[in-house]
């Protein structure tokens, strides 16, 4: 009978065979490094998951773009019915007509319509009743679109620029620090933090789930130091800095909290690679505490200080 020797659950869903380039596989922002080629056009279509994941600039760009290019398009409509059709006056030039087509159609699209001009018989009536109704359609899916970027939750945290390698009670530790810049409320934050490795004498990589000082904190006003404590038992003990460095570490951190604001479980994910990671340093201690409450100094969340670290144990 056979016996199937079951998989690491530490595995990340990431390529395990190392590319010589040595790339990262999370990029700060917390998307994937990832180029997928070989697709379809129609399984790359989902208009919706663009419009909304986009920056706020193209998503408005994208609007106007659409706007004029319909309008166009029925301006254009309109001329080839003849301008005769349309209330518009005489002895106009054909761009001077044209411009009045323009018009025109963003009055009959936006349903607004002052009445200077309007379509006159069967043919140019019926292209204004359909732009009327593509135009409500159209404005409908864009409020929709509009809704539905400003009500997605986001986790917006800040993580610091470096991770640490810091003394850490009598051992040492990797440690990096998060905080919530803005004033909305999350509640049961956890962390989980994945370690990413060169196997030794290998083009595999292999994964770690590295165990945490602290997982989970109940409330995240202040800013929040994640340390992974190097013990014996760690996969970065016995490291000097040189050897962490030709292992091409990726260390890979996951948030999930819940936000008040939106009643929903939001998640926020970084990376950290070997040249982020700074040896004989530690974060230094940026809340001020005053008379009536506490001031932290989230500019101030990447200074750090010198620090000598323990032998190892």
């Known amino acids: 009978m056979a016996v199937f020797k079951r998989k690491n659950d530490n595995d990340l869903g990431l390529d395990t065979r190392a590319a010589a380039s040595r790339f990262r596989a999370l990029n700060k922002d917390g998307t ?3 180029h997928k080629t070989n697709i379809r056009f129609s399984e790359k279509i989902n208009f919706f998951h663009a419009l909304v994941s986009m920056s706020w600039s193209r998503f408005f760009g994208w609007i106007v773009l659409g706007y004029f290019v319909v309008n ?20 106009l030039s054909p761009p001077e007509q044209f411009i009045e087509a323009f018009f025109f ?3 009959t699209i936006t349903t607004l319509g002052y009445g200077r001009v309007a379509p006159i018989g069967v043919l140019a ?4 009743a359909l732009e009327s109704m593509l135009g409500l359609l ?8 509009l809704y539905g970027r400003f009500s997605k939750p986001r986790a917006r945290i800040r993580y610091s620029g470096h991770a640490v ?15 919530n810049p803005l004033n909305n409320n999350l509640l049961e934050v956890e962390a989980s933090l994945s370690l990413s490795l060169l196997r030794k004498n290998s083009e595999l990589r292999e994964f770690h789930q ?14 929040w130091t994640i340390v992974h404590p190097i013990d014996s038992a760690s996969p970065l003990f016995g490291f000097d800095e040189e050897a962490f460095r030709d292992r091409d570490p990726e260390f ?24 982020e990671v700074l040896w004989g340093r530690k974060f230094v201690y940026v809340s001020q505490p005053g008379k009536e409450r506490l001031t932290v100094d989230i500019g101030r969340i990447d200074e750090t200080e010198d620090a000598t670290l323990n032998a190892p144990r």
Do not use: C
């Not at 009536?125 to 204004?128: E, H």
């Not at 159209?138 to 679109?145: D, K, N, R, V």
């Not at 390698?165 to 905080?179: D, H, K, S, T």
């Open 32 to 34: 994937f490094n990832v």
């Open 72 to 91: 166009l398009l029925f301006a254009s409509i309109y001329m080839a019915v003849g301008v005769e059709h349309l209330t518009v006056g005489a002895g």
């Open 105 to 107: 159609s963003a009055q």
């Open 125 to 128: 009536n019926s292209v204004a």
């Open 138 to 145: 159209t404005f409908a899916l864009a409020t929709g679109l």
């Open 165 to 179: 390698i810091a003394p850490y009670q009598e051992i040492n530790g990797f440690m990096l620090r998060v905080a």
């Open 210 to 223: 590295l165990p945490l000082e602290r997982t989970r904190v109940v409330f995240f006003p202040t800013m």
């Open 252 to 275: 890979i951190v996951l948030l999930r909290a819940f936000d008040e604001s939106f009643s929903q479980t939001v998640y926020s994910r970084s990376s950290y690679k070997a040249h």
